[in-house]
């Protein structure tokens, strides 16, 4: 099946940095890609939908000035999690889409992120 | 009307048994419903999927039972092994639109 790598797995980082997390579609181009969060032992709450070369459409209640999403390339989104603080701990998975129909949907494997 | 509700929250059948976890859905317009086993510290992997235009889907041990006119859709593992532990995801999406995800169930398999 399509790979799709996330990077990191993990990171720990400050109160008030900014982390970079990576999402590639190895094998495949991708049209859309979506970010997701999932906070423990709950269920992933999508966070914002991304097509290549276009602006990110987020959900709401997302800060769309705080998550930075950029899909520069049809392999390539990147997240970026501005000013991080404590409460933005939490697991990031992205998804990545084939075709235009969910049925070619591959997730990467997700990044823990820790702010202290 | 964006909902699928997930149930049991969590599960624990003995090795060899059969594991069944349902979700629910409203909005009729939705047309894909597939099924994620996700490992801890890991995204999830599709399992199996359905459409609407059946009413069963069955690949290896994992069965989808769709039902149409109750708006209820079922995953059933047989032979149930501990190797299945873990949690389990149902979602439902219209066309090519986002999917939307149930709360999760956790999975015990005992030995």
């Known amino acids: 099946g399509a790979v799709v790598s996330q990077h990191p797995s993990w990171v720990i980082c400050k109160s008030g940095t900014s982390v970079k997390i990576e999402c590639r579609s190895l094998?495949?181009?991708?049209?859309?890609m979506f970010w997701y969060r999932q906070f423990p032992k709950q269920s992933l709450m999508l966070m914002a939908t991304?097509?290549?070369?276009?602006?990110?459409?987020?959900e709401q209640g997302v800060e769309k000035d705080k998550f930075l999403i950029n899909h520069a390339s049809l392999t390539l989104s990147t997240l970026t999690v501005t000013s991080a603080h404590p409460e933005d701990s939490s697991f990031y998975i992205c998804?990545?889409?084939?075709?235009?129909?969910?049925?070619?949907?591959?997730f990467g494997s997700g990044t823990q992120l820790s702010v202290l | 009307q964006q909902q699928v509700k997930q149930s049991p929250q969590s599960l624990i059948v003995q090795k060899g048994g059969i594991s069944i976890i349902n979700c629910a859905y409203e909005?009729?317009?939705?047309?894909?419903f597939p099924w994620y086993q996700q490992f801890p510290g890991k995204g999830p992997a599709l399992l199996i999927a359905?459409?609407?235009?059946?009413s069963e889907k069955k690949e290896g041990r994992f069965t989808i039972s769709f039902n149409k006119s109750a708006k209820q859709f079922s995953l059933h593992i047989m032979d149930s092994q501990p190797g299945d532990s873990t949690t389990y995801f149902c979602?439902?999406?219209?066309?090519?639109?986002?999917?939307?995800f149930g709360q999760g169930t956790r999975l015990t398999i005992n030995p």
């Open positions: 094998d495949f181009q991708a049209t859309t």
């Open positions: 909005n009729t317009a939705f047309d894909y």
């Open positions: 998804s990545a889409s084939l075709d235009a129909t969910n049925e070619k949907l591959f």
């Open positions: 359905i459409r609407p235009d059946v």
């Open positions: 979602a439902a999406s219209q066309g090519a639109q986002k999917l939307v």
């Open positions: 991304s097509n290549e070369g276009s602006k990110a459409t987020y």
